[in-house]
């Protein structure tokens, strides 16, 4: 079952804050995070586990909420640099990481000066 | 550390004819994935190594799709005969068994047209 991301598209100024979110039907072992620039590959973000609720490094941040079987991606001070499309990947299998990551249909990200 | 190496990173094919695509892992990874991810949309598992055994093939069109990773390094992904349904970028993915977390990293991918 695909995650669902939310918003499908948000438009910032420079300096603005963003959430994005993903939530999933199944309970999940993990939640991956990805950006990816137009014709790159994707590059990873975070992870965040079973049993971890927040991780982040510098302005993004990211939050798992076991229960609710969602996760949410913070970008605070947005920069042009954070421009792209973000994608959550959760792994559903089990109690451990199995790698089979289902990926969200994505949220795109365009920050403006 | 060298990353996750593509080739080529441009395939234009008409329907019905067939075509590879070549996945060189980042060193020491064990774990290769293969995915398609078509235009608009996110990247989706065909198919899942671990050396160079199959983990999970269960989304791989088997009927036209194969792929092998010989000797649990490199890897080849085939389609044959393409179909216009196929036109889509083909991300190589690897990770390590020693990380905990199982970061997978991507290529740059291999975007495929089919006329």
């Known amino acids: 079952q695909q995650p669902v991301q939310s918003p499908q598209a948000v438009i910032l100024r420079e300096g603005e804050d963003a959430v994005i979110n993903c939530s999933s039907s199944?309970?999940?072992?993990?939640v991956h995070w990805y950006r990816q620039k137009h014709g790159e590959a994707p590059v990873f973000l975070m992870i965040?586990?079973?049993?971890?609720e927040q991780k982040g490094h510098d302005k993004i941040s990211a939050s798992f909420n076991e229960k609710k079987q969602q996760s949410s991606l913070y970008l605070t001070a947005s920069q042009l640099s954070y421009s792209g499309t973000y994608f959550c990947?959760?792994?559903?299998?089990?109690?451990?990481?199995?790698?089979?990551?289902?990926f969200g249909q994505g949220t795109t990200l365009q920050v403006k000066p | 550390e060298a990353g996750v190496a593509q080739s080529p990173r441009y395939k234009i094919i008409e329907k019905r004819q067939s075509v590879a695509f070549w996945c060189n892992p980042i060193?020491?990874?064990?774990?290769l994935y293969w995915y398609q991810q078509i235009l608009g949309q996110g990247p989706k598992l065909l198919i899942q190594?671990?050396?160079?055994?199959?983990?999970?093939d269960s989304q791989l069109p088997k009927d036209r799709f194969s792929a092998e990773r010989l000797k649990g390094v490199d890897s080849t992904l085939k389609i044959q005969p393409a179909k216009l349904e196929d036109s889509a970028v083909y991300l190589c993915?690897?990770?390590?068994?020693?990380?905990?977390?199982?970061?997978?990293?991507f290529g740059p991918g291999t975007r495929l047209t089919v006329l």
């Open positions: 965040l586990l079973k049993g971890g």
């Open positions: 990947g959760t792994d559903s299998m089990g109690s451990s990481n199995t790698g089979k990551l289902i």
């Open positions: 993915a690897s990770s390590s068994i020693r990380d905990a977390e199982d970061t997978q990293y």
């Open positions: 190594f671990q050396n160079n055994g199959v983990v999970d």
């Open positions: 060193s020491g990874h064990a774990t």
């Open positions: 199944k309970a999940l072992y993990s």
